[in-house]
């Protein structure tokens, strides 16, 4: 469980699960997969991992006492995401080609039965779902941090002006401790957290409006532009104007892009 991410990810959640089960007659393996951190591949380590544990079972099934061919796989959120790929493609070739699975790697990893609560199993349609409901706390898909943007206005426009569009109090904190006076931005509502204006009740709605059009409207004005793609006014940004190559950058997929046309 956890979304795949090392801060949350931890077998200790099957705790009671796990005796609970174990009281009424079931044998319980909590297991550990590689858990997302910075820097590092876990894909599809993960998925690795949760198939040799099958294959640990099902091979020491003997020494525990257990029916080899009675094994069934549970688990939340990412967990069940994991255990619904070994139990349906385990033996594909992205899942078995580089998977060594130790002393127990030609033991079968087939399952009985899968227990899945809450598991994303369908990617593109989880990330669709985030970008309206929870677009400052996504599951499939982290947003992009300032270095990324740093980078891009480093290598291309070492010494422009720079005209920040953001409804994050902290994001225009960063950019004007790294370029100073050549931060400039319009006074909009922005928020003192994570969560975005739009999705505040509280938000003056026709002010904020009235902050995307300008929003846009002096961004189109601009030499190059670079936006998540994931928001209302970038899509629009991206659109409306004839860009050269290169000079609009999306980091993230569009989801309006494509029903966007200009006469």
């Known amino acids: 469980m956890g979304g795949w991410r090392r801060q949350i990810g931890d077998r200790k959640f099957y705790t009671h699960w796990g005796n609970y089960l174990a009281t009424n007659g079931y044998a319980v393996f909590a297991i550990e997969y590689r858990l997302m951190k910075p820097g590092v591949k ?5 998925v690795y991992d949760t198939k040799a544990a099958v294959q640990f079972v099902r091979a ?6 257990l029916d080899a061919d009675r094994v069934g796989l549970i688990g939340d959120s990412a967990g069940a995401q994991l255990s619904a790929l ?6 594909e070739p992205l899942f078995s080609g580089q998977h060594l699975g130790g002393r127990h790697a030609e033991v079968s990893a087939e399952v009985k039965a899968v227990v899945g609560f809450y598991g994303v199993y369908d990617m ?29 206005i ?18 225009i904190e960063g950019f004007l401790e790294r370029y100073g006076s050549r931060v400039t931005f319009t006074n909009a509502i922005r928020s003192g957290s994570k969560i975005p ?14 902050d995307v059009l300008k929003d846009v409207h002096l961004a189109l004005r ?24 290169g000079d609009c950058i999306l980091l993230g997929p569009s989801l309006l892009r494509a029903n966007f046309t200009r006469n």
């Open 222 to 245: 601009c030499q190059k532009f670079i936006g998540l793609g994931m928001s209302n006014p970038s899509c629009i940004i991206s659109v409306l104007k004839d860009w050269c190559e």
């Open 124 to 152: 593109l349609a989880q990330w669709e779902h985030d970008q309206i409901t929870r677009p400052r706390d996504q599951i499939t898909e982290k947003l992009p941090s300032h270095e990324i943007y740093f980078d891009l």
């Open 86 to 91: 070994v139990a349906l493609a385990g033996n």
């Open 42 to 46: 876990t894909w599809p380590g993960a």
């Open 197 to 210: 204006v739009h999705l505040s009740r509280a938000a003056d709605r026709v002010r904020l409006g009235a």
């Open 154 to 171: 480093d290598r291309d426009a070492a010494d422009w002006r720079i005209f920040l569009l953001t409804d994050e109090a902290q994001c």
């Open 60 to 65: 020491e099934a003997a020494r525990f006492g």
